[in-house]
């Protein structure tokens, strides 16, 4: 089983619809959550980032993480034909060995339709 | 901005073939990392560094090597091209826990 398993989609949407994107995780030892942006034939691009549990927003954006559950959200309002890409989540401990590692989720590819 | 540039966008090469990827990072990151992406199997790591000389193995890492001589360049060798490793790399830098810079990266085709 994989250590981080987003919801694979694709997802299509109408222009303004909410969107939410998930996952979920095994590893406890996990304290920064990542949100990353992808769009065709680019490298992905950090979105937002989370440490430990609770609520993130910036605009139309906004990332929630449950430790308890183990579970990520990260959901787009009014969302635009501009936000059409696939999106990864990441996971990190941030402390002991590789530190530095994160580990992604396989993507969700969004189209919003207008 | 920091930046992450890889040497090559496309790239054809033969099979058998020793193939060299370049990444430069210009924000004095400690830690890189070397990334495929292909359908159906998001990212997975191939190798990454977390200082000058130091190299670890990341999932996937039979057929490659690497090199890091400078802190700011990390350098992906394939070193005898196969088709099944026709395929998007990644090179990715990074401060510490939270964030990554990926380059644009570099669409290898191996015939």
């Known amino acids: 089983q994989k250590e981080v398993e987003q919801d694979p989609g694709p997802l299509s949407v109408p222009e303004g619809a909410i969107v939410s994107l998930n996952c979920t995780y095994s590893n406890s030892a996990f304290q920064y959550f990542m949100w990353y942006r992808q769009y065709s034939r680019k490298g992905p691009e950090l979105l937002m980032y989370t440490y430990s549990s609770g609520n993130k927003e910036d605009g139309r954006f906004t990332a929630q993480v449950d430790k308890s559950s183990k579970y990520i959200s990260l959901f787009i309002r009014d969302s635009q034909p501009s936000d059409s890409a696939t999106y990864l989540c990441a996971m990190s401990a941030g402390i002991g060995t590789n530190a530095g590692k994160s580990t992604f989720g396989d993507g969700t590819t969004l189209t919003v339709k207008p | 901005d920091v930046k992450v540039t890889q040497s090559s966008r496309y790239l054809v090469k033969r099979t058998g073939e020793k193939v060299f990827l370049e990444c430069v990072q210009d924000m004095d990151h400690e830690n890189m990392f070397w990334y495929r992406q292909d359908p159906g199997l998001g990212l997975r790591l191939i190798y990454f560094?977390?200082?000058?000389?130091?190299?670890e193995k990341g999932d996937i890492p039979e057929g490659y090597s690497v090199s890091r001589e400078k802190k700011e360049r990390f350098s992906l060798i394939l070193e005898s091209a196969s088709t099944n490793q026709t395929s998007m790399y990644l090179c990715?830098?990074?401060?510490?826990?939270?964030?990554?810079?990926f380059g644009s990266g570099t669409r290898l085709t191996v015939v």
């Open positions: 560094s977390y200082d000058v000389k130091m190299k």
């Open positions: 990715a830098s990074s401060p510490g826990a939270r964030s990554y810079t």
